[in-house]
């Protein structure tokens, strides 16, 4: 997706969680940020856009939204676990209804054959609901490439909770 597709697509989820009264909040690592500058590419954002957190280390994944250092001792920083984690410490660590969360492996280094360049695990939470997750395999299609297929992603999968 072009990067003005992504902003429009944030639009989107941005009035439909304003029209419902709810608050958004993103927790980035692999994006580093780019949901967040989607959502705040939208003139108005702020009715519906809470905060975002950029996630990039582990240790800022621990001090700024709760993520137990067990989890990625255990699992690593690119899993569905931490992915969960992310996401439900962003909750908790907002005053947001609905988060997203993004670790993943853009590449072009990194990658090996259990977590292979590409590689993005997401998860979605909304107060008071489970949390869902994702796991995609965009392959080694580019850092940039990587980046916005997640993007596109992260988006579809908050929609799901904004109903």
């Given at each position: 997706?072009?990067?003005?597709?992504?902003?429009?697509?944030?639009?989107e989820?941005?009035?439909?969680?304003?029209?419902?009264?709810?608050?958004?909040?993103?927790?980035?690592s692999?994006t580093?940020?780019?949901?967040?500058?989607?959502?705040?590419?939208?003139?108005?954002?702020?009715?519906?856009?809470?905060r975002?957190?950029?996630t990039y280390?582990?240790?800022?994944?621990?001090?700024?939204?709760?993520?137990?250092?067990?989890?990625?001792?255990?699992h690593?920083?690119?899993?569905?676990?931490?992915a969960?984690?992310?996401?439900?410490?962003?909750?908790?660590?907002?005053?947001?209804?609905v988060?997203?969360?993004v670790t993943?492996?853009?590449?072009?280094?990194?990658?090996g054959?259990?977590?292979?360049?590409?590689?993005?695990?997401?998860a979605a939470?909304?107060?008071?609901?489970?949390?869902?997750h994702?796991?995609?395999?965009f392959?080694?299609?580019?850092?940039?490439?990587v980046?916005?297929?997640?993007?596109a992603?992260?988006?579809?999968?908050?929609d799901?909770?904004?109903?």
């Amino acid at each position: 997706m072009t990067t003005d597709a992504l902003v429009s697509a944030a639009a989107e989820l941005l009035d439909r969680a304003e029209a419902r009264g709810l608050k958004l909040v993103t927790a980035e690592s692999c994006t580093g940020g780019l949901i967040a500058a989607c959502f705040t590419a939208n003139p108005g954002s702020s009715a519906a856009f809470e905060r975002g957190f950029v996630t990039y280390s582990n240790e800022a994944k621990q001090e700024a939204i709760g993520v137990d250092p067990a989890i990625i001792d255990a699992h690593g920083a690119v899993s569905e676990e931490t992915a969960r984690a992310m996401a439900e410490g962003a909750l908790k660590h907002s005053r947001a209804d609905v988060a997203v969360a993004v670790t993943g492996i853009a590449g072009p280094d990194g990658g090996g054959a259990e977590k292979p360049v590409g590689l993005v695990h997401f998860a979605a939470a909304r107060t008071g609901r489970g949390t869902l997750h994702e796991r995609h395999e965009f392959g080694a299609i580019g850092r940039v490439e990587v980046q916005h297929a997640a993007v596109a992603a992260a988006l579809a999968l908050m929609d799901r909770l904004i109903d």
